[in-house]
């Protein structure tokens, strides 16, 4: 099972930025907090991922809280295509942890709307 | 930018016959996944694949699949003998590193192959 919360849902207005949360209150030492998003039925995209700090890409920026147990993932400014499924994944991102395999959750559905 | 790619886009079988399902990974990865998702549902974990040898498998990857790396650039998934619950998207996801110590394994998808069994 994942081990990870998501709101099933979300809604957020174009422009505006939107902040996908996410619990993973028995995330371990080791354990990286991973996001992908889907659009439609492609395949998942990396967006970011992080361990302790805060970190910040192109695309997105994760910030983790002090005690690891939740994060959130910010889009600063959400386009129409930024409507997709979230995937916030806990993993140790290291093959020789079970193969590496990632666990999918049902994810937060992110609609922007115009 | 450096993609995984996945061929055919859909395919189209009758119960009971072999599919093989091709992937091309990232040039520089060398660690490899399968991943697939039935309609409706979550991503599920099918295999995990390093240096000619299965790393991990699930419980759905049964005696009826295989993977294979034919050669130094493709990544192959076979189903032996279909079945209608087979009919899923199919994802290949590869990775450069094996993370841990040196930092964290990212894996990157492909756009899938839509199995379709009748």
């Known amino acids: 099972d994942a081990k990870t919360t998501q709101p099933p849902s979300m809604d957020c207005a174009e422009g505006r930025a939107a902040n996908l949360p996410c619990n993973h209150s028995t995330i371990s030492g080791n354990e990286y907090v991973y996001w992908y998003r889907q659009i439609h039925s492609q395949g998942p995209q990396y967006i970011i991922h992080g361990l302790k700090n805060n970190e910040t890409n192109e695309m997105a920026s994760l910030i983790i809280t002090e005690d690891r147990k939740s994060s959130t993932l910010i889009l600063p400014h959400a386009t129409l295509r930024d409507t997709a499924v979230y995937y916030c994944?806990?993993?140790?991102?290291?093959?020789?942890?079970?193969?590496?395999?990632?666990?999918f959750g049902q994810g937060t559905e992110l609609s922007v709307k115009p | 930018e450096p993609e995984v790619t996945q061929t055919p886009s859909h395919q189209v079988t009758q119960m009971g016959q072999e599919v093989i399902l091709r992937c091309v990974p990232i040039?520089?990865?060398?660690?490899f996944y399968w991943y697939r998702q039935i309609l409706g549902q979550k991503v599920e974990f099918l295999v995990s694949?390093?240096?000619?040898?299965?790393?991990?498998k699930s419980e759905i990857f049964d005696d009826q699949f295989s993977v294979e790396r034919p050669d130094g650039s493709n990544f192959t998934l076979k189903i032996r003998s279909t079945k209608l619950e087979d009919s899923a998207m199919y994802f290949c996801?590869?990775?450069?590193?094996?993370?841990?110590?040196?930092?964290?394994?990212?894996?990157?998808f492909g756009p899938g192959t839509r199995l379709t069994v009748l």
């Open positions: 694949f390093y240096n000619n040898e299965i790393s991990e």
């Open positions: 040039s520089n990865h060398l660690y």
């Open positions: 996801a590869s990775s450069e590193s094996a993370g841990g110590q040196i930092g964290a394994d990212t894996q990157y």
């Open positions: 994944i806990v993993s140790a991102g290291a093959f020789y942890n079970q193969g590496g395999k990632l666990i």
